[in-house]
């Protein structure tokens, strides 16, 4: 039986030495899941693994895309069951890594379902929102399933506009959708599993966290992230514009401070970001063991 490890934890946890460490140790190639990973020549603000640590053990998942576009859930699980099927073709095991628990949880249980957009629909929902507002988009919901979870969150105009689109689509209230997507297979049932999870103090994530932005500014980020704007490859509304340390230094060309500002910023930014990994980890991801 195959092993998988997953290796989880927060930004600046030091989850890319211990990757190295456990790669080698159990004959592993690392398959990364660290959604700022995926978009090349964003290299100093994602901490990306350098080519010496690259080449002590094969990485997948980094450099597979342009930050000018879209990578879906859906994209990543298809292109991480290539990687994994490649992996062990070679008799290596799978040690999968990363911060973004949403793709992390994808090698555990099902994420997406074969339901295919309908661009539309989508574009009615967002006429409905433009011309009667958000509220006229839940009551729309709202009578298509009578009997919404109370969990449910009501005030999140994406989730929602989401949750209508998938009912218009399938034609199915969500109770039936929930089931259908409850009914898919585990993904890679046939793989042992160890998920590990960094786990450090607070303060000493604090530290690492101003230690490793005012690293990435001496780097020379500001530099790297001038060089991408300029080539139009930080767009907005795209998902690698918003990522930490990018929307700030984008900030700072456009309306210049001092470095310290925006190193502040960074940090503080990073470490909001951090608790909430933290929290999401723990109600999301069964974690078998906690590495100090």
């Known amino acids: 039986m195959p092993l998988m490890i997953l290796l989880a934890g927060p930004t600046a946890s030091g989850k890319t030495e211990l990757a190295l460490t456990l790669a080698q140790r159990y004959n592993c190639e690392i398959l ?13 603000g994602t901490a990306k693994p350098s080519p010496l640590e690259r080449a002590q053990v094969p990485h997948w998942g980094i450099d597979i895309t342009e930050p000018n576009s879209y990578f879906s859930i859906k994209t990543f ?35 997406v379902d074969d339901l295919a957009p309908d661009f539309a629909i989508r574009q009615q929902i967002a006429d409905l929102e433009q011309q009667k507002g958000f509220e006229s988009c839940l009551k729309r ?32 209230p969500l109770e039936e959708l929930t089931s259908q997507f409850k009914a898919q297979p585990i993904p890679y049932a046939h793989f042992q599993k160890l998920t590990l999870c960094i786990q450090k103090p607070l303060e000493v994530l604090k530290w690492r966290i101003r230690a490793r932005t005012h690293a990435m500014l001496q780097m020379g980020l500001v530099d790297e992230v001038q060089r991408l704007n300029e080539a139009h490859k930080l767009l907005p509304g795209y998902p690698a514009t918003s990522a930490i340390g990018y929307r700030e230094t984008l900030a700072f060309l456009k309306h210049p401070s001092s470095v310290q500002e925006l190193e502040q910023e960074i940090v503080h930014n990073t470490y909001a970001l951090v608790k909430k990994q933290l929290t999401w980890l723990r109600h999301q991801i069964p974690i078998d063991r906690w590495i100090l």
Do not use: H
């Open 77 to 111: 699980i298809q292109y991480a069951q290539q990687r994994v099927e490649d992996i062990t073709s070679r008799n290596k095991n799978v040690l999968v890594v990363g911060g973004s628990g949403f793709y992390l949880k994808s090698f555990l249980s099902p994420m």
């Open 141 to 172: 919901l709202q009578a298509l399933n009578p009997n919404l979870p109370p969990s449910l969150d009501t005030k999140n105009p994406r989730l929602i506009k989401k949750l209508l689109e998938r009912c218009l689509s399938s034609g199915l």
């Open 32 to 44: 990364s899941c660290d959604a700022s990973l995926f978009y090349r020549g964003m290299d100093i």
